[in-house]
């Protein structure tokens, strides 16, 4: 599904979020606190947008290393890279987020957007992220999440169920993605849940901050030692 919608994913991610998607993605890369010299990993990378903006922060990482396992949306963000001359500094692999090729230890950061949900298991994943985190690295993830308020939750429900499916489906040309994004996100974890899963991992200093009237939540955790 991912491969076959590779080529219009960022328009329709940009279309609809009403351009949202690169400021959430932004404050994402700024609870990091970057200085300059970290190596960073992007997990579910995608078409690379996220790495991209952790590499042309100020202070920006030293080096990222986005994985996938979706090979034509990481074609796309090769083709991105190249065009942005940032192919030396983000190199990206087709890898499983429950089994990350890369060694223990290793990463002053990770970051998510958008693709925890897509795990197969969400806590196999975030063991993973504490395993290649340096002692006191530091992880953030952008995840979306049912709002409660009251006003804003309704017409979420309505936007995301009847007029998403829609436009996704008919810009994507794809029968049933933009069917998946609202069912994946209604059978994900709850934002307390998924604090939990974290702290199971071993994570410490866990915040799960809502963006957008909590449309989007920000996790935040720290490894120890």
């Not at 990222?64 to 090979?71: Q, R, S």
């Not at 939750?153 to 009847?162: D, H, S, T, V």
Request: with cysteine; net charge positive; proline share 4%.
């Amino acid at each position: 599904m991912f491969d076959a919608i590779a080529r219009r994913y960022d328009f329709l991610n940009h279309v609809l979020s009403a351009g949202i998607d690169r400021r959430w993605r932004t404050r994402a890369i700024q609870s990091l606190a970057l200085t300059g010299r970290e190596v960073v990993l992007d997990l579910c990378t995608g078409t690379a947008d996220l790495a991209i903006a952790a590499r042309t922060a100020r202070p920006a990482a030293k080096l990222v290393v986005g994985i996938d396992f979706a090979a034509a949306m990481l074609g796309v963000g090769r083709e991105k890279l190249r065009r942005r001359r940032l192919d030396a500094t983000i190199a990206l692999v087709r890898g499983d987020a429950m089994r990350v090729p890369v060694r223990s230890r290793s990463v002053d950061a990770v970051v998510v957007a958008f693709g925890i949900r897509n795990v197969e298991n969400a806590r196999s994943a975030c063991d993973e992220m504490y395993r290649v985190l340096v002692p006191s690295g530091r992880v953030a993830i952008l995840e979306f999440a049912v709002p409660t308020l009251p006003v804003v939750r309704p017409a979420y429900l309505w936007y995301f169920k009847n007029v998403l499916p829609r436009i996704g489906r008919s810009l994507s040309r794809h029968q049933t993605a933009y069917e998946y994004l609202p069912a994946s996100v209604g059978a994900f974890a709850a934002p307390d849940e998924f604090v939990t899963i974290l702290r199971q991992s071993g994570f410490s200093d866990i915040s799960a901050v809502p963006l957008t009237f909590g449309v989007v939540f920000l996790y935040t955790a720290r490894r120890g030692s």
